[in-house]
């Protein structure tokens, strides 16, 4: 099979899964950069008791309520956070994940199980290396061309 069939029949538990950044409600914007900082990842979501999502915190967003709020380390995450964001779940095609990036404009998606749980995050990250695994041979292909490009021009005047 071709990239297409299988983005169109493999699912997203097939993709490399990041670990998902998760706090409460309650927890401050300050609590949110630490974690990311410790995980190095750009993306807390916001959760209920349950593990259901609320809205999620990024980087970028920090840096929006820096340059709005010079108190915002300290304000609770249920203030700053935004409640758009992109999902699909396990058993989902893999190219579902594409169009919740697409749709949404995101470079994270958020994984959830038939629950509803926020389980784990992928994105663009996980779609490189899906394809990179799954397709070495066109991707080798493709980085040789580009190199060869590269050696067949000229180089000054």
């Given amino acids: 099979m071709g990239l297409r069939e299988d983005i169109l029949s493999h699912p997203v538990s097939e993709l ?9 409600p ?11 900082r410790l995980k190095r990842l750009g993306c807390v979501m916001v ?3 349950q593990g259901k999502p609320l809205g ?28 758009d964001w992109a999902e699909v779940k396990l058993n989902d ?13 995101m470079r994270f998606v958020i994984v959830l199980d038939d629950d509803g749980k926020a ?3 992928t994105g663009q ?8 695994d799954h397709f ?13 490009l590269y050696m067949d021009q000229r180089e000054g005047a």
Avoid: C, W
């Avoid at 095609?93 to 404009?105: F, Y």
């Avoid at 990250?125 to 899906?130: F, I, K, P």
């Avoid at 070495?136 to 060869?148: C, L, N, T, Y």
């Fill in 16 to 24: 490399d899964l990041r670990e998902i950044l998760t706090l409460s």
């Fill in 26 to 36: 309650d927890d401050t914007v300050q609590a949110a950069v630490r974690l990311m």
């Fill in 47 to 49: 959760v209920d008791e």
């Fill in 56 to 83: 999620k915190f990024t980087e970028h967003r920090l840096l929006v309520k820096l340059v709005e709020d010079s108190q915002a380390l300290i304000r609770p995450l249920k203030e700053v956070m935004v409640t």
């Fill in 93 to 105: 095609p893999i190219a579902k994940v594409l169009d919740a990036m697409q749709n949404h404009g």
């Fill in 119 to 121: 389980i784990a995050l």
């Fill in 125 to 132: 990250r996980g779609m490189m290396e899906y394809i990179a």
């Fill in 136 to 148: 070495p041979r066109q991707v080798k292909v493709h980085m040789i061309d580009d190199a060869k």
